[in-house]
C-alpha cells in the first residue's frame, strides 16, 4: 500500500540568513533566487508519484530528468543519487529542487510524494552489503595465542557524533561566462569541481568553484558540499540565474553526514607480566545509506586498531557496511578516534586483570624507534609514545593522584595514541598535489587550493613561506581558493596541510630565493611575474602495498597521552571533568598559539563525543536535530586544560613539522572513559550519558579456562543510534 507524506518540515532548507546578508547577496547577485531541497520522509522504499500543490508561476522545479550528466554524488564509488529517481535508501534523501525569489512562496509550496514502504535495516551487526573489508596480518596469530599465558576479550562501542560548525552548509551557484560559478563554505574546492564535472556532464564547457570563509568543517564539508552544490548547480542551470541554498541548523543535522558509529571486538594475548604476545581485532562501522568516503574512514580505522604498542603476531579486520540510514563520512580523527578508544579502554581492563599498574603496562609495549606497526612500518626517531606517555605521568603525579582518588568517588585514567600524518599508503602519490608560489608588485603570493575553516591555515602557509624566503611576514599574501587560479594542492582533511602542503611551499620558496634578484617586488617590478610550482613527490624507499595493507601506511605519526580527572555525581550520574592534561608531540608547532588551540578544541571536541553528544536516531532519521537536545560542551562544561608540546622533528615536514588537526581528538574518550573505571564504573560504549553510568556499576566476570588463562568476555552492545 502507497504511503503518502510532505516533504521533510517544509522551512527545512529555507535561507534564515538576516536582511542586511540577502540584501549583500542580491548587490552582488542580482536576481539571485532561493534553493529548497525536498526530501524523503521514510527511511527505505520506492516513490510512487509526486504532486506539486501549488501556483508553479515564478517557480523553478527540478528533478532527476533535468540532471544532463549522471545522476551521481562522484566520489570514491558512485552510488548516491543527486537526486532520488525511484529508490529511497535513507530519510531526508533528496528528492526535488524548488527555488524562487521569495522565501514565503518557498516556504508555502506544498509538495506530496507518495510511497511503497519497504522495511529499513538500521543494525550495522544485521546488514549484509558491505561497502569495503580489510584485512591487517603480521606474524602468526595460531602461535602467538599458543604461547600466551593470559588471554581476555572485550566489545567496544562508539556512537555516532555530529559535527555542529558554527556556519552550516551554504552555497550559491551563478551563470558566468557561459558557464557556472559555485561560492560557498567547504574544505575541498576540487572535490566539489569532479563532482559537478560528472553531474553536468558537457552541459557547462565553464566551471569554477570558489571557497568561500568558512566557519568550520571538522569533515562535514569534506565530501558533503558536492550534494548542495550539485543541488544549487541544476537550479541555476534550468533557471538561468544565480540561486543560493542555505541549510537551517534542523535541515543541517538531519541530513549531512556524521561520524561512523562503531563496534569493536578485542581478544589479546600476553604474557603473565603484561607483554603483548597476539592480538585479534575485529571492526565493524555503520556506513549508512550509501558509501561516501567510507573505505578510507574504515581504512585509518584498522591500520589505528593495535594503538601506540608493539605485538609480533596480530590480525586486523574491518568491515563498514550499509545501513538504512543517512551516509556517514568525514570527521575529525577519520576512524581513528572509534579504533584507539577500543583499544585504550581494554588495556586498562588488562591492567586491572593482571594487577598492574596502567603506565608501567603502556610502557612495556609502546611503540619504539625501530619497532615495527601493525602494517610492518618500521618507525624512525621522530616516535614519541614513551616520552609523551612518561611527561603526561611526571606532570599530573598520576601514580600518586590515582592511589589518593581510590573508592573516593573520583578517578583519574589517561590514554596513550597515535595519528598517522598525511594520506594513507599511496594516497598522496595518487593526489599528486601541486602548490604554487608567484611574486606580486609588493610582495609573493601563495596559490594552493587547502582552505581556511578557521584552524589557521593562512596564517601557518604565510609563515612557512616568509621564513623560506626571508622576506616580512606582510609581504606574503594568500590567493582566494578558487580552482580556475590555484592549482589543485589536495583537500584540507588528514593532517596534511601543514606537513605536506608546507613542504611543497618550502621547496617552493626555497627554489624562487635562488632564483630572485633583489626583493621579490623589486624582481616583480623589473622583470615581471616569477611563478614556481612544485608537485608532491614520495620520500625515498617509502612502500605500500594497497592489495594486502603492508609497508608505510604513513610517512610519519603524531604522538599524545591524555590525563583526565573526573568527578561523579552518587545522585544524577553527571560526569564532570575536574582536569584535563593534555600532551602531544606533532614535530614543531609553526604558530604555538594556534597549534595549541587545535588542542584545547579537539579536546574539548573529544570530551563531548564521550559524555554529552548523543546522536538519537528514530526511524532512521536524527529525532534531536537541534542544540536544544543534541548538547555540546560549553565554556561551563570544558575543564581547566594543561597543554604541553613535546618537540621531535620530521626531516620530512617544513622546518620539522607534522600534522596537529585530528591528533587531539584520538585521546580524551578513553581517558575520561578510564578514569570512570578507576571509579568504579564499568563503561564499555559512549557517550557515557547518565542513563548508560547508572547501568555500569557491575563489574565485569571473570572466568579461568582449563589452560590457566583468563577470559573477559564483555556482553555485546548494539552501536548506540
Same mark, same amino acid.
Given at each position: 500500500?502507497?504511503?503518502?507524506?510532505?516533504?521533510?518540515?517544509?522551512?527545512?532548507?529555507?535561507?534564515?540568513?538576516?536582511?542586511?546578508?540577502?540584501?549583500?547577496?542580491?548587490?552582488?547577485?542580482?536576481?539571485?533566487?532561493?534553493?529548497?531541497?525536498?526530501?524523503?520522509?521514510?527511511?527505505?522504499?520506492?516513490?510512487?508519484?509526486?504532486?506539486?500543490?501549488?501556483?508553479?508561476?515564478?517557480?523553478?522545479?527540478?528533478?532527476?530528468?533535468?540532471?544532463?550528466?549522471?545522476?551521481?554524488?562522484?566520489?570514491?564509488?558512485?552510488?548516491?543519487?543527486?537526486?532520488?529517481?525511484?529508490?529511497?535508501?535513507?530519510?531526508?534523501?533528496?528528492?526535488?529542487?524548488?527555488?524562487?525569489?521569495?522565501?514565503?512562496?518557498?516556504?508555502?509550496?506544498?509538495?506530496?510524494? #507518495?510511497?511503497? +514502504?519497504? $522495511?529499513?535495516?538500521?543494525?550495522? *551487526?544485521? !546488514?549484509?552489503?558491505?561497502?569495503? &573489508?580489510?584485512? =591487517? @596480518?603480521?606474524?602468526?596469530?595460531?602461535? #602467538?595465542?599458543? +604461547?600466551? $599465558?593470559?588471554?581476555?576479550?572485550? *566489545?567496544? !562501542?562508539?556512537?555516532?557524533?555530529? &559535527?555542529?560548525? =558554527? @556556519?552550516?552548509?551554504?552555497?550559491?551557484?551563478?551563470?558566468?561566462?557561459?558557464?557556472?560559478?559555485?561560492?560557498?563554505?567547504?574544505?575541498?574546492?576540487?572535490?566539489?569541481?569532479?563532482?559537478?564535472?560528472?553531474?553536468?556532464?558537457?552541459?557547462?564547457?565553464?566551471?569554477?568553484?570558489?571557497?568561500?570563509?568558512?566557519?568550520?568543517?571538522?569533515?562535514?564539508?569534506?565530501?558533503?558540499?558536492?550534494?548542495?552544490?550539485?543541488?544549487?548547480?541544476?537550479?541555476?542551470?534550468?533557471?538561468?540565474?544565480?540561486?543560493?541554498?542555505?541549510?537551517?541548523?534542523?535541515?543541517?543535522?538531519?541530513?549531512?553526514?556524521?561520524?561512523?558509529?562503531?563496534?569493536?571486538?578485542?581478544?589479546?594475548?600476553?604474557?603473565?607480566?603484561?607483554?603483548?604476545?597476539?592480538?585479534?581485532?575485529?571492526?565493524?562501522?555503520?556506513?549508512?545509506?550509501?558509501?561516501?568516503?567510507?573505505?578510507?574512514?574504515?581504512?585509518?580505522?584498522?591500520?589505528?586498531?593495535?594503538?601506540?604498542?608493539?605485538?609480533?603476531?596480530?590480525?586486523?579486520?574491518?568491515?563498514?557496511?550499509?545501513?538504512?540510514?543517512?551516509?556517514?563520512?568525514?570527521?575529525?580523527?577519520?576512524?581513528?578516534?572509534?579504533?584507539?578508544?577500543?583499544?585504550?579502554?581494554?588495556?586498562?581492563?588488562?591492567?586491572?586483570?593482571?594487577?598492574?599498574?596502567?603506565?608501567?603496562?603502556?610502557?612495556?609495549?609502546?611503540?619504539?624507534?625501530?619497532?615495527?606497526?601493525?602494517?610492518?612500518?618500521?618507525?624512525?626517531?621522530?616516535?614519541?609514545?614513551?616520552?609523551?606517555?612518561?611527561?603526561?605521568?611526571?606532570?599530573?603525579?598520576?601514580?600518586?593522584?590515582?592511589?589518593?582518588?581510590?573508592?573516593?568517588?573520583?578517578?583519574?585514567?589517561?590514554?596513550?595514541?597515535?595519528?598517522?600524518?598525511?594520506?594513507?599508503?599511496?594516497?598522496?602519490?595518487?593526489?599528486?598535489?601541486?602548490?604554487?608560489?608567484?611574486?606580486?608588485?609588493?610582495?609573493?603570493?601563495?596559490?594552493?587550493?587547502?582552505?581556511?575553516?578557521?584552524?589557521?591555515?593562512?596564517?601557518?602557509?604565510?609563515?612557512?613561506?616568509?621564513?623560506?624566503?626571508?622576506?616580512?611576514?606582510?609581504?606574503?599574501?594568500?590567493?582566494?581558493?578558487?580552482?580556475?587560479?590555484?592549482?589543485?594542492?589536495?583537500?584540507?582533511?588528514?593532517?596534511?596541510?601543514?606537513?605536506?602542503?608546507?613542504?611543497?611551499?618550502?621547496?617552493?620558496?626555497?627554489?624562487?630565493?635562488?632564483?630572485?634578484?633583489?626583493?621579490?617586488?623589486?624582481?616583480?617590478?623589473?622583470?615581471?611575474?616569477?611563478?614556481?610550482?612544485?608537485?608532491?613527490?614520495?620520500?625515498?624507499?617509502?612502500?605500500?602495498?594497497?592489495?594486502?595493507?603492508?609497508?608505510?601506511?604513513?610517512?610519519?605519526?603524531?604522538?599524545?597521552?591524555?590525563?583526565?580527572?573526573?568527578?561523579?555525581?552518587?545522585?544524577?550520574?553527571?560526569?564532570?571533568?575536574?582536569?584535563?592534561?593534555?600532551?602531544?608531540?606533532?614535530?614543531?608547532?609553526?604558530?604555538?598559539?594556534?597549534?595549541?588551540?587545535?588542542?584545547?578544541?579537539?579536546?574539548?571536541?573529544?570530551?563531548?563525543?564521550?559524555?554529552?553528544?548523543?546522536?538519537?536516531?528514530?526511524?532512521?532519521?536524527?529525532?534531536?536535530?537541534?542544540?536544544?537536545?543534541?548538547?555540546?560542551?560549553?565554556?561551563?562544561?570544558?575543564?581547566?586544560?594543561?597543554?604541553?608540546?613535546?618537540?621531535?622533528?620530521?626531516?620530512?615536514?617544513?622546518?620539522?613539522?607534522?600534522?596537529?588537526?585530528?591528533?587531539?581528538?584520538?585521546?580524551?574518550?578513553?581517558?575520561?572513559?578510564?578514569?570512570?573505571?578507576?571509579?568504579?564504573?564499568?563503561?564499555?560504549?559512549?557517550?557515557?550519558?547518565?542513563?548508560?553510568?547508572?547501568?555500569?556499576?557491575?563489574?565485569?566476570?571473570?572466568?579461568?579456562?582449563?589452560?590457566?588463562?583468563?577470559?573477559?568476555?564483555?556482553?555485546?552492545?548494539?552501536?548506540?543510534?
Amino acid at each position: 500500500m502507497a504511503a503518502v507524506g510532505s516533504s521533510v518540515a517544509r522551512k527545512e532548507g529555507m535561507d534564515r540568513a538576516t536582511g542586511a546578508a540577502k540584501y549583500a547577496d542580491d548587490l552582488r547577485f542580482p536576481g539571485m533566487l532561493i534553493g529548497r531541497t525536498v526530501r524523503s520522509t521514510i527511511p527505505r522504499g520506492r516513490i510512487t508519484g509526486i504532486s506539486l500543490d501549488f501556483d508553479h508561476a515564478g517557480f523553478t522545479v527540478v528533478d532527476h530528468r533535468d540532471i544532463p550528466g549522471e545522476n551521481t554524488i562522484a566520489l570514491i564509488e558512485k552510488d548516491q543519487p543527486c537526486l532520488a529517481s525511484d529508490v529511497v535508501r535513507h530519510a531526508a534523501e533528496p528528492i526535488l529542487l524548488l527555488a524562487h525569489e521569495s522565501r514565503e512562496a518557498l516556504v508555502a509550496a506544498n509538495v506530496r510524494i #507518495g510511497y511503497e +514502504r519497504e $522495511e529499513p535495516l538500521y543494525d550495522p *551487526t544485521r !546488514a549484509e552489503q558491505v561497502f569495503k &573489508h580489510i584485512l =591487517i @596480518e603480521k606474524g602468526n596469530l595460531e602461535r #602467538g595465542f599458543a +604461547r600466551a $599465558e593470559v588471554v581476555l576479550e572485550g *566489545t567496544y !562501542a562508539t556512537g555516532a557524533q555530529e &559535527h555542529v560548525y =558554527i @556556519e552550516t552548509n551554504g552555497v550559491i551557484a551563478v551563470p558566468e561566462n557561459g558557464g557556472l560559478a559555485l561560492h560557498g563554505s567547504m574544505q575541498c574546492p576540487y572535490y566539489v569541481l569532479k563532482a559537478l564535472k560528472v553531474l553536468l556532464g558537457g552541459a557547462v564547457k565553464h566551471l569554477r568553484v570558489v571557497q568561500t570563509e568558512t566557519g568550520g568543517g571538522f569533515g562535514g564539508k569534506e565530501e558533503y558540499p558536492s550534494m548542495i552544490a550539485a543541488h544549487a548547480c541544476l537550479l541555476a542551470l534550468k533557471s538561468g540565474r544565480p540561486v543560493k541554498i542555505l541549510y537551517d541548523r534542523g535541515e543541517d543535522m538531519v541530513a549531512t553526514t556524521k561520524r561512523h558509529p562503531s563496534i569493536v571486538r578485542h581478544k589479546t594475548g600476553l604474557t603473565r607480566d603484561g607483554r603483548l604476545a597476539a592480538m585479534e581485532v575485529e571492526v565493524l562501522m555503520d556506513g549508512g545509506a550509501y558509501c561516501t568516503l567510507s573505505p578510507v574512514v574504515l581504512s585509518r580505522g584498522v591500520i589505528h586498531a593495535a594503538g601506540p604498542y608493539r605485538c609480533a603476531n596480530t590480525r586486523i579486520e574491518g568491515r563498514v557496511v550499509m545501513t538504512n540510514t543517512p551516509p556517514n563520512g568525514a570527521f575529525r580523527g577519520f576512524g581513528a578516534p572509534q579504533t584507539q578508544f577500543a583499544m585504550e579502554v581494554h588495556m586498562d581492563r588488562i591492567a586491572e586483570t593482571l594487577g598492574i599498574d596502567p603506565v608501567t603496562l603502556r610502557l612495556r609495549n609502546a611503540l619504539k624507534p625501530g619497532d615495527t606497526t601493525a602494517t610492518g612500518q618500521k618507525l624512525a626517531a621522530d616516535t614519541s609514545a614513551v616520552e609523551v606517555l612518561r611527561e603526561a605521568v611526571k606532570r599530573t603525579g598520576f601514580k600518586r593522584k590515582r592511589a589518593k582518588l581510590a573508592g573516593s568517588g573520583r578517578g583519574i585514567g589517561l590514554a596513550l595514541f597515535y595519528h598517522g600524518a598525511g594520506f594513507t599508503g599511496s594516497g598522496e602519490v595518487m593526489l599528486g598535489s601541486r602548490a604554487g608560489l608567484e611574486t606580486t608588485p609588493t610582495g609573493v603570493r601563495i596559490l594552493v587550493a587547502n582552505t581556511e575553516i578557521g584552524q589557521g591555515t593562512r596564517t601557518m602557509l604565510a609563515q612557512i613561506v616568509a621564513d623560506s624566503l626571508g622576506v616580512a611576514y606582510e609581504s606574503v599574501e594568500v590567493a582566494q581558493p578558487d580552482t580556475s587560479v590555484v592549482p589543485d594542492s589536495g583537500p584540507t582533511v588528514a593532517s596534511r596541510t601543514c606537513m605536506v602542503v608546507g613542504g611543497l611551499l618550502e621547496r617552493c620558496a626555497q627554489k624562487m630565493r635562488a632564483q630572485l634578484q633583489g626583493s621579490p617586488a623589486e624582481h616583480h617590478l623589473r622583470h615581471g611575474r616569477l611563478h614556481i610550482e612544485e608537485q608532491y613527490e614520495a620520500p625515498p624507499g617509502r612502500q605500500w602495498d594497497d592489495k594486502t595493507y603492508r609497508g608505510d601506511a604513513y610517512a610519519t605519526y603524531a604522538w599524545g597521552c591524555d590525563v583526565a580527572e573526573v568527578a561523579v555525581d552518587p545522585v544524577t550520574h553527571e560526569v564532570r571533568v575536574a582536569k584535563f592534561t593534555a600532551v602531544q608531540e606533532f614535530g614543531r608547532p609553526i604558530h604555538p598559539a594556534m597549534a595549541q588551540g587545535q588542542v584545547e578544541g579537539g579536546s574539548a571536541q573529544g570530551l563531548g563525543w564521550a559524555l554529552l553528544e548523543n546522536v538519537v536516531m528514530r526511524d532512521g532519521a536524527m529525532a534531536n536535530a537541534q542544540l536544544t537536545n543534541y548538547v555540546i560542551p560549553t565554556t561551563l562544561d570544558t575543564p581547566p586544560m594543561d597543554i604541553v608540546m613535546l618537540e621531535n622533528h620530521f626531516a620530512g615536514g617544513p622546518f620539522g613539522a607534522k600534522g596537529v588537526g585530528e591528533l587531539p581528538i584520538d585521546g580524551p574518550a578513553p581517558a575520561v572513559v578510564n578514569a570512570l573505571r578507576h571509579a568504579g564504573l564499568d563503561v564499555r560504549s559512549i557517550p557515557a550519558t547518565p542513563e548508560v553510568l547508572a547501568a555500569s556499576r557491575a563489574p565485569c566476570s571473570w572466568t579461568a579456562s582449563r589452560s590457566s588463562r583468563v577470559s573477559c568476555r564483555a556482553p555485546r552492545r548494539k552501536a548506540p543510534r
